[in-house]
């Protein structure tokens, strides 16, 4: 496990997010929730060896982060979320994929192709359950002050 | 009345395809165009979304709107939708006026990018950056900066010329090799070891559309079907796109000079 790549992940989130435009504000933050993500991806990767759950783990991760980053500047989350999933979105092994099917080498097409769909699989859906828990944090604050009146 | 309800409309529209054309997910499309609607009390809408296109139809007093908005460009600047998120809750909660609205959805869309030369060197750092966390060298490193830095430069010019994403996307493939090969050729001699694929790999980085293939299983885990279809097609399309313009170059290279 390289604790020096969390570094690189953190400085390419930023430049990544520099490339989305998002709000200057927000640039710092989304660069902390990736890296923090790309750590807990480390963890899973090297203690389970499973590609596909720490990615799950990892982008769990970012979406918790960036829930709480949305709350406290008042934004919405997708903003600090799409540049922090950056380094674990598997676009390398999408691009790698065509690339084998074009050298006509199938058999690797297939293998890291469905690996890439299943990681972003993954990613997606830790994203969705990241934000859902967002709604249901919200939504019993919402109940707990209305209550009383 | 009429003319006032069909501003609104034209307003949730507008609303909706800023935040699609930036790279929105479509339920946040749908809900906030729901949103705008709602709050000035139209009766009944209904709205559905795809990457391509929103149609909105609604009923007011008898009295029945449609509308159909073609969209088009795809890229991701997530200030824009920052700042729609801002306006329609602004605009639900207070009693902004129809033309205000309209201005200030005008003001949005021109709002202000980081200068492109900035954006060049970002984009620089990003695709160098992974070149590192790839397992390359300072030297790679220093290289795919310069090769992700003409990438993202060059991608941007080209997008001038064509406004086709495939088109734009083999060539951001063939600069990044052509960058990667010329360098690796001019400081053979002064370095050992220097692996081409590395270098690619980083420079490529700005273009694979890692977000895109994300963004679509999102939508259709969260039911919208049609749209991570779309979205998943122009993923796969991008990364055939990138493919085809790295595997023209390096077969260019191997005929011409028989590889590194």
Redesign the interface.
């Known amino acids: 496990m390289n604790l020096l ?1 969390i570094l ?2 953190f ?6 997010a ?6 200057r504000k ?1 640039i710092l933050l989304s660069g902390i929730a990736g890296a923090l993500g790309w750590f807990v991806y480390l963890i899973f990767r090297t203690s389970l060896a499973s590609n596909i759950f720490a990615s799950f783990a990892g982008a769990f991760v970012v979406g918790i982060m960036g829930e709480i980053f949305a709350r406290y500047k008042k ?2 989350a ?2 600090f979320v ?2 922090g ?3 674990l ?4 092994g ?2 790698y ?3 084998k ?3 006509k080498n199938y058999q690797e097409a297939v293998g890291v192709g469905f690996e ?2 299943l990681v ?2 993954a ?3 830790a ?2 359950m990241s934000t859902s828990c967002g709604r249901i944090y919200r939504r019993r604050l919402k109940l707990r002050t209305k209550v009383p009146q | 009345m009429k003319d006032d309800i069909r501003k609104l409309l034209e307003i949730a529209i507008y609303a909706g395809k800023l935040m699609l054309e930036n ?3 479509t339920y ?1 499309v749908e809900e906030t165009i729901n949103m705008i609607c709602k709050s000035k009390g139209i009766d009944r809408t209904q709205n559905f979304t795809i990457p391509t296109a929103i149609f909105l139809s609604c009923e007011h007093d008898g009295e029945f709107y449609s509308y159909i908005e073609r969209t088009k460009s795809i890229r ?7 700042l729609v ?1 801002d306006f329609s809750r602004e605009f639900v909660n207070t009693e902004m006026s129809l033309d205000t609205a309209n201005e200030k959805l005008k003001a949005i869309a021109n709002a202000p ?2 200068p492109p030369w ?2 060049n060197i ?6 160098s ?2 070149t ?2 790839f397992g390359g060298n300072l030297i790679e490193f220093a290289m795919a900066f310069i090769t992700s830095f003409t990438v ?1 430069f060059g991608v941007r010019k080209m997008g001038k010329f064509t406004g086709s994403f495939f088109i734009k996307n083999v060539l951001g493939g063939m600069i990044s090799t052509l960058g990667a090969l010329c360098l690796v050729y001019l400081a053979k001699d002064y370095f050992d070891l220097l692996r081409v694929d590395k270098i690619i ?1 980083g420079s ?3 273009l ?4 895109a ?6 939508d ?3 039911g919208d079907f049609v749209s991570g279809m779309s979205k998943l097609s122009e ?2 399309i991008i ?2 796109a ?3 313009g ?2 023209a170059i390096l077969n260019v290279e191997l005929l011409i000079l028989g590889g590194v």
């Open positions: 790549t690189y992940a400085i390419s989130i930023v430049g990544f520099v490339l989305f435009n998002i709000p927000a934004q919405p997708t903003i799409v540049p999933i950056i380094p979105v598997p676009g390398y999408l691009y994929a065509m690339l099917i074009l050298e890439a769909i972003a699989i990613i997606a859906s994203v969705i | 790279g929105a997910e946040r991701i600047d997530l200030e824009i939708i920052s998120n990018m980081y900035i954006m970002f984009g620089g750092v990003a695709g950056f992974f590192l966390m993202v790999i490529i980085m700005p694979v559309p890692g977000v293939i994300t963004n679509a299983l999102r259709s885990i969260s993923a796969v990364a055939v990138i493919a085809i790295v595997g």
